[in-house]
């Protein structure tokens, strides 16, 4: 048996199929993976992402630590609220984890992976060493994510006043406090919407009431494959310790200005940026029959020879796609080799689906 998060009964009532997920007993979906899905694309789905880890780090040094710690740059938050997607490296320049991080004004929340909790922790502790600065774990806290281009509609009609108020007011890639509430506008699906932390006691209601308000409970099938179609990585697959963020479509989260700001593993990036990273990430598209996966070689003619990170079929647009690291000089076609036949794909810049539409040429 897995950790369990508050919402565990809720997805057993609704006769979620469970599964093991990073040590955590997860829904995979709750009939169809495919309804789900497409509820995302179409109208509205809710996830529980509770797993996450929520990492309040305060004090003077808070945002001198982040700058530290980080390849992206926090003092780019100007806003109350405004995020920032980062990698979290080591001193080899390879990802750690990825993460989003809110400028809450004198103070900041970072939320990373479950199955990297122990280490993130860990080494977030560690580096944490010499600043003045406080870690603290918010794990009564869960949260949950409502995806979609109703999303923010149908979450509004079970919303108080003041909730409503500040979800109305928010940005793209904004959260704000709203009494016990954590209200983001993020997401990893590719569509608008919210995740939303609300307190363990609370949050049962608090998804019942989403149910009722016509959002549909999706499970991770879904998530998978909706953040795939948005290009978006999965931490484990498209990217891990040993890979960095030049070779994993991550290269726009550096923040290489200004250039006294000593990140852990700025070095060993600069170094592999002035040689020319090796290798790339691009999006696969296989319109003929066939399923692209994780771990599947790529051949390219004349150039060389790299492997899909992800790759699923894609129920918006009706064909496999994947995500997979390939010699820098790959241009735009390749050959996967699956169940040993070697099939064409077409090599495009991720994502593949943006707002529900296709957005690759």
């Known amino acids: 048996m897995g950790n369990k998060t508050a919402l565990y009964q809720s997805h057993v009532d609704m006769n979620a199929k469970m599964v093991d997920f990073g040590g955590w007993d997860m829904p995979i979906h709750y009939g169809s993976q495919i309804e789900e899905h497409n ?9 529980d992402v509770s797993h996450m880890t929520v990492v309040d780090v305060t004090g003077a040094q808070a945002q001198a630590y982040l700058q530290r710690l980080l390849a992206n740059d926090v003092a780019r938050l100007k806003e109350k609220g405004k995020a920032l997607y980062s990698g979290m490296l080591n001193e080899e320049g390879k990802v750690l984890d990825d993460l989003i991080v809110y400028n809450m004004e004198g103070w900041y929340r970072v939320v990373v992976n479950c199955a990297t909790r122990e280490k993130d922790l860990a080494w977030m502790a560690k580096q944490s060493e010499g ?4 870690l603290t774990e918010q794990s009564g806290l869960a949260m949950v994510a409502v995806q979609g281009p109703n999303a923010i509609e149908k979450a509004l009609t079970m919303m108080t006043e003041d909730q409503r108020s500040i979800t109305s007011s ?9 009494g016990e509430l954590f209200i983001a506008r993020t997401g990893y699906t590719g569509e608008d919407g919210l995740e939303i932390m609300v307190p363990e006691a609370q949050v049962a209601d608090f998804w019942q009431k989403l149910a009722d308000a016509g959002v549909k409970p999706s499970g991770l099938g879904a998530r998978d494959t909706l953040r795939l179609e948005a290009g978006m990585n999965l931490y484990g697959s498209d990217m891990d310790e040993t890979t960095s963020p030049l070779v994993s479509g991550m290269g726009w989260t550096v923040a290489w200005e200004p250039a006294d700001r000593d990140f852990i593993g700025r070095s060993a990036l600069e170094t592999e940026k002035a040689s020319g990273p090796v290798q790339k990430l691009v999006g696969l598209v296989l319109e003929d029959k066939g399923v692209l996966r994780g771990h ?10 790299g492997e899909t990170t992800s790759g699923t079929f894609s129920p918006t647009l009706g064909h496999a796609i994947a995500l997979a690291r390939v010699p820098a000089g790959t241009g735009d076609s390749a050959v996967v080799e699956v169940r040993k036949k070697l099939l064409n794909v077409r090599v495009v810049k991720a994502p593949f689906v ?8």
């Open 39 to 47: 509820a995302v694309r179409q109208d509205a789905g809710m996830f």
């Open 131 to 134: 600043f003045e600065v406080e």
């Open 170 to 178: 928010l940005k793209v890639f904004q959260g704000l406090e709203s």
């Open 296 to 305: 599947q070689k790529v051949i390219v003619e004349g150039v060389g020879e």
């Open 354 to 361: 943006r707002n529900g539409k296709k957005v690759f040429e």
